[in-house]
């Protein structure tokens, strides 16, 4: 049984790519292991697992940088990410947001099932179509949902995988926290480096 690796773009998996000798494609598959960039966003993300996710895989890895609400988590910490919630899915009821879960259409929320031990700090994570970048809504995700980061595709690698029952795992390295939009305080090539670091020396172990 093999494990997918998933991330959304090939930047996020640079330092991976050169370790394992990988061809430049979207999708390579190897030994041990199979990667797949899946591009940006849950919809992407949810095409490329639908192409390519089957029960030939015992484990699925997602990878990526993410922001984090916490600042008093360092940039450049990698974490793991023990659940996920579509942050936006569901429906405005005037100034309350109603979950897809409240509506009766769905579940919104989704936790990672694995029987792996890693040695990562804890944290919960929310997906987005709209990365945060104003005081309003930060405070309004804060109030609704306390999550510790945000990413654009986290739960629908967790919803993917639920589907098949196979396990999955989140993995992200902290690149900026969530604020008004301010490039010059993000470290994306640290959080890229620590987050290569970890999954190499992880998915080196399977070999």
Known sequence: ???????????????????????????????????????????ATAFA?????????SLVLNLGIAGSFDRSIPLGTVLNITDDTFAEL??????????????????????????????????????VNRVTGSEKSIQTLMKRLNPTTESMEGAAVFYASKQLNIDCLQVRSIS????????????????????NDWAIAFVGEMN
Do not use: C
């Open 49 to 57: 697992l639908g192409k390519y996710l089957s029960p030939k895989y």
């Open 176 to 195: 900026n926290y969530v604020e008004p939009r301010n490039k010059e305080n993000w470290k994306i090539g640290l959080a890229i480096k620590n987050l």
């Open 90 to 127: 569901g429906a405005e009821n005037g100034d309350e947001f109603l979950t897809i879960t409240d509506l009766g259409f769905g579940e919104n929320h989704y936790t990672a099932k694995t029987q792996r031990k890693i040695e990562l700090p804890l944290a919960k994570g929310i997906t």
């Open 1 to 43: 049984m093999k494990t997918l690796v998933v991330a959304a773009t090939k930047a996020e998996l640079t330092f991976f790519y050169q370790h394992f000798n990988l061809p430049d494609g979207d999708f390579v598959e190897s030994k041990n292991f199979d990667l797949l960039i899946s591009g940006v966003g849950m919809v």
